[in-house]
């Protein structure tokens, strides 16, 4: 008897089937497949990607990726930058409480007041206002600000040569002008205040680690060109 159209129809399918299955062995195991799985409530199949495309995906993640080296482990390998920053944070603190005690004179200084250390005496001496203008606290308050930034652990990443000679000069610059406050206290005023003195002494430090750094920096420049 000879066969059906409908035998030979499911012959040629399963020939073909057998061919695609021969094929698929030699794919690359890259390729993604999919499973059906019902999806809730209407009966679709929805493709899953294959466990090879799952790990190729998870390779590329950035979880994955080599982390790069971030702020607290550059702390913990730059002891010289990071006191200069814990230094400018302090004198900011200083020299905001010495501005908020310029302007509104019913703050207590807590400062000793007789003797010779008298925080009043030297705040509200002609000696406070630079020309007569400019209230020495407002501006230790602005260079501080400047100085908290570019010591900060973002501005000393920013390697570049003009970054390092403007904080070189920015503290020498201010290294002068506590100079001359010292002068104005020691020697016009005859006092001294505890927290303009808090404020130099961090100056001064800043002072020494900056010049130092900056003594190692262009040695190392220089035997780098030779």
């Given at each position: 008897m000879a066969p059906s159209k409908q035998q030979t129809k499911r012959g040629r399918q399963a020939v073909s089937a057998k061919k695609k299955a021969s094929h698929g062995g030699s794919r690359s195991r890259s390729e993604t497949w999919t499973t059906p799985v019902p999806a809730s409530g209407n009966g679709r199949t929805v493709p899953r990607a294959s466990a090879a495309t799952d790990g190729a995906d998870a390779a590329t993640t950035p979880e994955a990726a080599e982390p790069a080296v971030g702020v607290a482990a550059w702390m913990r390998t730059h002891p010289l930058a990071m006191t200069t920053w814990v230094l400018s944070l302090l004198a900011l603190g200083v020299s905001v409480w010495l501005t908020i005690t310029h302007y509104d004179t019913s703050v207590n200084l807590a400062c000793p007041n007789t003797g010779i250390v008298n925080c009043a005496k030297v705040t509200t001496s002609s000696q406070s206002m630079v020309f007569g203008i400019f209230p020495v606290a407002v501006l230790g308050l602005a260079f501080y600000v400047f100085m908290a930034a570019i010591n900060s652990p973002l501005g000393w990443r920013l390697a570049r040569r003009e970054v390092k000679w403007l904080r070189l000069a920015s503290v020498i610059v201010?290294?002068?002008?506590?100079?001359?406050?010292?002068?104005?206290?020691?020697?016009?005023?005859?006092?001294?205040?505890?927290?303009?003195?808090?404020?130099?002494?961090?100056?001064?430090?800043?002072?020494?680690?900056?010049?130092?750094?900056?003594?190692?920096?262009?040695?190392?420049?220089?035997?780098?060109?030779?």
């Open positions: 201010g290294m002068g002008f506590v100079l001359y406050l010292i002068y104005a206290e020691v020697i016009q005023i005859g006092n001294i205040c505890l927290w303009c003195t808090s404020v130099h002494v961090a100056t001064f430090l800043i002072f020494t680690l900056l010049v130092y750094e900056a003594t190692s920096w262009t040695s190392q420049t220089a035997r780098a060109r030779r």
